[in-house]
């Protein structure tokens, strides 16, 4: 098979399974609406950061060797894993924004429940995850964003990651990491 056949099948993959994540988030909209359920913003994350995965993979290929090309056209498994850790980084990103580790301007803010007066509870912990979302619609789009460059960009989570243990040794608190 020749570069050019490579190149067509892989980006036939990639096109694929973005339409099936664009899809899978289609359809926990859908269903939420229609079932007049909760957002499932994790899953929402998730799916944005594999899908940048996806698009990195595309913007990449162009320039990957012979060698790589022919592994990413013999195996599902050789493309679907960069955008899976793209999805797993979208949601440690959720996390670090949740946490406020990295805040300003260009991150979302989030309503998080507070736990009532005896302290966190089961109901509390059921609150986080069925009751966090963006304060506003701008927030949300960031969260999104910010999602798909976290699959996008394979470093960008990881360097926030070291920043902030480095941050964490050098005696800084959280609110000095930016």
């Avoid at 913007?59 to 060698?67: A, C, D, E, H």
């Avoid at 300003?104 to 009532?116: D, I, K, R």
């Avoid at 609150?127 to 699959?151: H, M």
């Amino acid at each position: 098979m020749s570069r050019i056949e490579q190149y067509h099948t892989v980006t036939r993959r990639l096109i694929i399974m973005t339409l099936i994540c664009v899809l899978l988030f289609a359809s926990i909209f859908a269903v939420s609406y229609v079932l007049q359920q909760r957002f499932l913003l994790t899953s929402a994350c998730f799916l944005c950061g594999i899908v940048g995965g996806f698009v990195s993979i595309q913007q990449r290929l162009p320039k990957v060797s012979n060698t790589e090309l022919g592994m990413l056209t013999k195996s599902w498994f050789q493309i679907l894993l960069v955008p899976i850790f793209g999805g797993v980084f979208a949601l440690v990103l959720y996390c670090v924004f949740l946490s406020g580790i990295i805040s300003g301007h260009l991150f979302p803010e989030f309503f998080v429940p507070q736990a009532g007066s005896n302290g966190p509870d089961d109901q509390f912990m059921w609150d986080i995850f069925s009751k966090t979302y963006p304060k506003t619609t701008e927030d949300f789009a960031k969260l999104l964003f910010w999602c798909f460059v976290a699959g996008f960009s394979e470093r960008f989570v990881p360097q926030i990651i070291n920043k902030t243990l480095n941050g964490t040794a050098d005696g800084k608190t959280a609110s000095t990491i930016k």
